[in-house]
Every structure is written in C-alpha cells, then in structure tokens.
C-alpha cells in the first residue's frame, strides 16, 4: 500500500509509519498507540483499530483475530472539562491556585 | 442540495435560521446537524487535519469518528454532525487542534436542580434502537422497571433511517418500514414502567453496574441492578490513497444526510459493497434523485439479497465484482475515483483500471460491533470473524461473563434489525428472569420459545450462515469461560 495513506485520521498517522514502527519492533495495537498516538485522539480508536491491527497481522504473520486491541477506558465520548466541575463541591478557582486554600 | 420531493419520505424540518460559517451568512433548518446545514449549503470541508493539514469532512454523522471537528461559537472541537444548528451560531472551519477559548473560572455554586446522583434502578438499558427498545418492551410487560438511554435526540437507532421494507414473518415487523418499526416500538413501551432517557450519552461503567451518564452537560451517576448494551455498531473504514477526502462517507452516514437530513450526499456516488447494507443504499440514492456511477465488490459475487441488486441493476447501475476502489482523486473533495478488476488474491488486474467521475463515494464495507463499555467493565471478549469482530463473550441467555451484564442487536455480532429485535427480547427476558423475585416459570419459558424459534427462523438460509457459526462458536466460547453451566 501506498506509504501516504492515512490510517488514523484524528492524529494524522499514515501507513508507511506504522510500517515503520513494526519494523521497529513493535507488534501491538498498545505499543504502536503509545509511540504514534493512533487511537489516543477524540475517536479513541474506532476508526483505526481495526485497520492497524490487519496490517500488524500481514507485516508479523500473526492472525488478524489475535492481535489484541488497546485497552478501552471511560469516556467512551470526548466531553467538556466543565463537566467534571461539581456544583457546591468542586471550586475550579482552587486548582489554578487564585482561589481560598484552606 | 436539500431534496425536494422524495416517494416515501416527507421531512420534517425546524424553521430556516441565519448562521455565519467563516464570517459568511449561511441559512440552515434549526435542529438539523451543524454538519448537515453546511452540507446543503455546498460545504465540505469542516476542518483541517492536525499534523498534516489535511481537508476533512464528516465521515460516520453518528459521532463516533470524529472527522468534523468545528469551532462553533469560539468553542473548538465540537462534532458538528451531531450538534444541533441554532440561529446565530458561529462556525468556523477548524485547523490543527484548536484553541482553547478564554474561560473565567468561577466557584461553582450549590445547585438543587441538579441531582448527580440518579438513584438505582432494576434494570439499565443502554442504546434505544432496536435491539434497546425490544428488552425494554419484553422486560416491561413482566414488570420489571427499566431505563434506556440513548445518546441521540429521538429514539429508534438506525432504524429512524431505515425507508426499505423488513423482510422475515409479519411478527417480525415484515413489510413495515424501519422508520415506522421505532414508532411502533416506542407505543408498546407506553404503559409499560420503561422511561427513555434521550440526550444522554453512558461515559462508563464501572463495577458495581454503576453507569456515569452525561446529560445536557452534566454528568450523573445512575446504579443497576442488571444492564443490557445495546449499543449497536459502527461502520468500518477502508484504508486507500485520498481515503480521507470531504465527500468519502460511511453508509450510515449516507442514510442519515439523506434519510433524515433531507441532503443529497452529492450529485453522482460510487458505492464501494455489495452487501445489503451497500445495496439498500444504493438503492434509496436513487430514490433521493442521486445518480450512482456503479456498485464495486471486491468478492467475485455480491453479499446482499438478489432482489436489492435486481432492483439497483434495473435502474441501469452496474454492480461490478471482483472489483475495489483504487484511490479517490481530487484536492480539497472528491472528485473521481480510480476502480480496477481484482484477481483471486484481491490484487489489482493491471490495465482494467476505470476512473469514474463522481463527487461521493460511499462506504459499504461491513460494521464492528461497539463493545467498548463492556470492555471497560472487564467483560471477556474474543474476536469472532462472523459476527463482524471483538464482542463481548455471551451464553444463549446474552449474559456476558459479569453476572447480570447482558449484550444485544449489533453490538453482540452484527445481523438485521429483525433479528436484533428479537435478541433485544432475549436480553430482557434473560434479565427478568433473574430481577423477578417470583417470576412466572411458564409464562417465560413460552415466550423464550417464542423468541428462540423466531431467532432460528431469521438466522435460516444462506445469509444466516455466518451468524448461525458465529452465534455457535461462541456458546463455546462461553462454556470454555465457565458461562451456561
């Protein structure tokens, strides 16, 4: 395939990168994450999982199904950090240090 | 492109609003996506990519990718596929990761309108599609109270898209329209103790069946006692040269602008699969007043039922297999596709290259099943070819390998809406079972025949071939995890 194709469209990874970093050594959805950020941007990997894990199958000779994925973690969608804000509770002001430290 | 006149579907749009997309007065309906608003105007570039400075337009228009991050009012980063348009707004096309806009933080004061904690209830349903609604209404007329929630504004899933005729027995809702099936649904759960809660996205869940919930901004904590995802799927991409073009959809995306919208996608599509899902859309294009240049297969035979490809070839659209999809041409949008003739090993046949000229290309090539919060649970999980990938482990009650956690419809391995209705029924009635504390043995084991017979039937045939192997390996699977004792 052509190196230029984008694999991971939220972090811009293309595939002759990821070619690269299993050249490299790394053989897991996880490592190549870690490296490349593929699967760390607002879609967290549900647009390219799938596509990196085939290609580690037909670059290692490993079976598509058994290559694992990287592990999901809550959220499952981007949210605003004022969500996490907790009203009567949470003071925002103390986190920047300008607020009342008791 | 709005459509004007469509033979099934007449749409229901909010009143047309001024809003400014670059410092431009554009006119959209209020309600409708930000991403559709600017789709009819003739936008298709929402964002630049973040390291490469790449043209993006929207890809899945359910939320799940991404790909159509906007600026809206000085905000970066929001999906504009599912936000809806108000009058006034300001979009902006984004590029790179955005900024973060100035923000005064104030203490937060005490707020009595705002329960975090929601309480517990017996029986959680996430996902109020098909699959949702149908263990809403099974666990319902037992008795047992149930909540679904869904991310979207209404209810019915996909199948609010959905303008073809359902196939199967009239039990199954055969010869009802998807967009109709919901209502439907949605009536028998009326006087049942079910409540919907629309709006509200399920962030995680966590031991303890906890289930953190965002809902109009806010998060809220809610705790069951059993829960069934019916989360459904989502569409898969295909990894080819341009793939990332404004103007390459998924089908689902397809069906939404058009189906739901009320946008053409473009003036002339190339369909990449043949399977139902590739020729259903196919065909509901042409309904829409699109004209599709050709359906390509990369297997030497289509995937969907005969008589969708018999209607889609009876409109003169050539569905071609053992054909794929090159590359896509243009700059800033589609503006052609390069397709070939494969050989056995899926490897282009040099000098049987065709360029078609076309502005869309749609995206047919399969679903995966969205199992991320059973994952997140700890839920165990195997990669199962036939049920469309990784889903979480289940028994024939749909109970997954934590006690009380069900899965049903798509996201335990992808089939119809038909079929996810009726394992919809399964989960709740596998549900009831256990929350009933004196639950009618009789009563339930008719209605599991029922649904089990019902299940059998669909899964019958041909088609039924890959779900009938899949469903079969993993009753392993879950014995090897010690499930179905």
């Known amino acids: ?102 | 492109m709005r459509i004007r006149e469509h033979p099934i579907l007449d749409f229901q749009k909010g009143p047309l609003v001024e809003f400014e997309h670059d410092g431009r007065k554009l006119e959209g309906h209020e309600g409708e996506s930000i991403a559709a608003a600017l789709h009819a105007a003739g936008v298709r570039v929402l964002r630049h990519s973040i390291r490469l400075n790449r043209p993006r337009g929207f890809f899945c228009a359910i939320g799940r990718c991404s790909s159509c991050l906007m600026t809206v009012d000085g905000v970066p980063n929001v999906m504009t596929c599912v936000t809806a348009l108000k009058a006034g707004m300001r979009v902006e096309t984004q590029t790179g990761k955005g900024t973060i806009p100035d923000v005064r933080f104030t203490e937060a004061p005490s707020d009595p309108d705002y329960p975090r904690d929601l309480g517990s209830v017996p029986l959680a349903i996430v996902g109020a599609g098909p699959a949702g609604l149908s263990a809403a209404v099974a666990a319902g007329r037992l008795g047992v109270e149930c909540v679904v929630l869904d991310e979207n504004p209404v209810p019915g899933g996909q199948l609010i898209k959905q303008t073809h005729m359902f196939f199967g027995s009239k039990e199954h809702h055969a010869r009802v329209r998807g967009i109709d099936i919901g209502e439907i649904l949605l009536k028998e759960i009326e006087d049942l103790p079910v409540s919907v809660m629309t709006g509200t996205t399920v962030l995680g869940l966590y031991p303890g069946k906890v289930l953190a919930l965002l809902r109009n901004g806010r998060l809220h904590r809610l705790t069951a006692d059993s829960v069934i995802l019916a989360t459904g799927a989502s569409e898969n991409m295909l990894a080819f040269p341009n793939g990332d073009l404004p103007g390459i959809y998924g089908a689902g995306a397809v069906q939404t602008l058009m189906n739901v919208d009320g946008v053409a996608p473009g003036k002339r599509v190339l369909m990449v699969g043949a399977g139902n899902i590739g020729l259903i859309v196919s065909y509901q294009l042409l309904q829409a007043g699109v004209e599709v240049a050709a359906v390509v297969e990369g297997l030497p035979e289509i995937g969907g039922y005969h008589v969708h490809a018999a209607k889609v070839r009876r409109a003169g659209v050539p569905v071609m297999t053992s054909h794929t999809l090159l590359h896509a041409v243009g700059t800033d949008r589609v503006e052609g596709a390069i397709i070939s003739e494969i050989d056995g090993d899926w490897r282009p046949i040099e000098g049987t290259e065709i360029k078609l000229e076309v502005d869309t290309i749609c995206l047919a090539v399969g679903l995966t099943p969205n199992c991320e919060l059973a994952s997140q649970l700890g839920c165990d999980e195997a990669y199962v070819a036939e049920l469309g990938g990784r889903v979480a482990i289940h028994d024939t009650d749909l109970e997954t390998t934590v006690p009380g956690v069900y899965v049903a419809g798509d996201a335990s391995g992808i089939e119809e809406a038909s079929t996810a209705m009726l394992e919809g029924r399964l989960a709740g009635l596998s549900a009831a079972a256990k929350l009933l504390t004196r639950p009618d043995a009789d009563e339930l084991t008719r209605l599991r025949i029922e649904v089990e017979e019902g299940l059998r039937a669909l899964r019958a045939g041909p088609f039924g071939e890959h779900p009938r192997a899949g469903k079969q390996k993993m009753v392993e699977l879950a014995r090897s995890c010690g499930g179905d004792q």
């Open chain 1, 1 to 102: 395939m052509n190196r230029d194709v984008i694999i991971c469209r939220c972090e811009d990874v293309t595939y002759g990168e990821i070619v690269d970093a299993i050249d490299a050594g790394l053989t897991t959805t996880e490592e190549i994450k870690r490296i490349l950020r593929c699967g760390m941007g607002p879609c967290q990997g549900r647009t390219c999982s799938r596509l990196i894990a085939r290609i580690i199958a037909e670059k290692t000779g490993a079976k598509a199904p058994d290559v694992p994925y990287p592990a999901v973690r809550p959220p499952t969608r981007p949210v605003e950090i004022g969500t996490l804000e907790e009203p009567g509770a949470v003071r925002i002001e103390t986190l920047t240090g300008t607020g009342d430290e008791e």
